[in-house]
């Protein structure tokens, strides 16, 4: 591996409690690219703009995947990585998806290290402070047919960053718009997946709300996703989130909840969730908590839902399933307690 090191730090004009969510970047990033039906020597370069052609292919076809993980400082300084294997799987995946070369693991795991080993002084020790690491590939072949690159880019790049959310967080139950499709690539991390959203969000932010919990596309009957993170259900004492399909991402921090709640001895069941069922359950007071959980937010309790015009407000509560398993995942991350899934990965 190539590394440049970037000729000076940016770190000492940035204030590290005033941070936007993924808008300052560190000094280095990880680049390697894919060429004659290889990927070639990657590079460790100073953080900087990309030269690209006009007719890039992903300008024009949308071929490009992504991931979100974090990286976390303890008090010793000790730098860790939660599950870090999961996200090289789902790139991966997602990848093959939209007929992308699979990155070589080597290379993603070196590249991984080296670039955090670098940049390790932009982390910031404490809870709530973590480095957001942004793994992605796209096409970069130069011409507008209408068919798969030959060429592709694989970056990482990093931001460190605060609390992806704060304060309320209230959604809307989408019964017009959709997500994603059965057969489509709603299980992949595909960067369209996401602009596809902004538009119907933007509704739902000037009713009120801060995001939207999709519905299946057929029915529309059926709870999916909520915005860009996995969503749990508490009913009377069972935890309840729909089983992933090609149409939800299977969520790391949705498949971790799920292992520390049964280890917990909590209820859980993952089963498909009616729409009907939850206000139902509203209206019988047993819908106790609904949060929504991903790498950025770890786990975002949900004050209340919209649904055909009317607000359905849920009561704050001690002793929240979320909150425990909130602090369990923190805990974990963070080094602050024993980790028996072997989750943590430890930055050499």
């Known amino acids: 591996m190539k590394i440049i090191k970037a000729a000076q730090s940016k770190r000492e004009g940035v204030d590290f409690n ?4 993924g808008t300052t970047f560190t000094d280095h990033m990880f680049v390697c690219d894919f060429v004659d039906g290889a990927w070639q020597t990657p590079e460790i370069v100073p953080y900087g703009p990309l030269s690209m052609d006009p007719s890039s292919s992903v300008l024009h076809y949308g ?3 992504f991931e979100g993980m974090k990286a976390y400082k303890d008090e010793q300084g000790q730098v860790w990585l939660f ?49 957001y690491v942004r793994p992605f590939v796209f096409a970069s ?12 880019k694989f970056i990482i790049i990093c931001a460190p960053v605060k609390s992806y959310y704060s304060g309320e967080v209230r959604v809307k139950i989408e019964d017009r718009y959709s997500r994603a499709a059965p057969g489509g690539v709603g299980y992949a991390k595909a ?24 519905t299946d596309a057929s029915s529309h009957q059926y709870l999916e996703e909520a915005g860009t993170m996995n969503v749990f259900f508490i009913i009377n004492d069972t935890l ?33 969730v009616e729409v009907a069922e939850i206000i139902k359950a509203h209206q019988a007071g047993t819908l106790k908590e609904i949060f929504g959980c991903g790498t950025a937010v770890v786990v975002s309790p949900i004050s209340g839902f919209g649904y055909q015009g009317k ?19 923190l805990g974990i991350q963070y080094n602050t307690q024993d980790d028996p899934y072997g989750w943590r990965y430890a930055v050499r």
Do not use: C
Request: aromatic share 10%; no cysteine.
């Open 18 to 21: 005033q941070l936007p969510f």
């Open 83 to 131: 599950r870090p294997d999961e996200n090289f799987r789902r790139i991966n995946k997602s990848s093959v998806r939209l007929h992308i070369p699979e990155f070589p693991e080597a290379y993603f795991f070196d590249g991984l290290n080296a670039l955090l080993k670098l940049d390790a002084e932009w982390i910031q020790k404490g809870v709530g402070n973590s480095l």
């Open 311 to 329: 607000n359905y407000p849920l009561e704050t509560i001690e002793n929240a399933y979320a909150t425990t398993l909130k602090e369990t995942l």
């Open 63 to 65: 071929q490009a995947v």
């Open 240 to 272: 309840i989130t729909a089983p992933v399909n090609d149409s939800i991402l299977d969520g790391v921090t949705r498949k971790s909840i799920i292992e520390v709640a049964k280890s917990k001895g909590m209820s859980v069941e993952i089963r498909p």
């Open 191 to 214: 960067a369209g997946n996401y602009g596809a959203q902004f538009y119907p969000t933007s509704l739902a932010q000037k009713e009120g709300f801060q995001q939207i919990i999709w």
């Open 141 to 152: 072949t130069a011409g507008v047919q209408a068919s798969p690159g030959g060429r592709y």
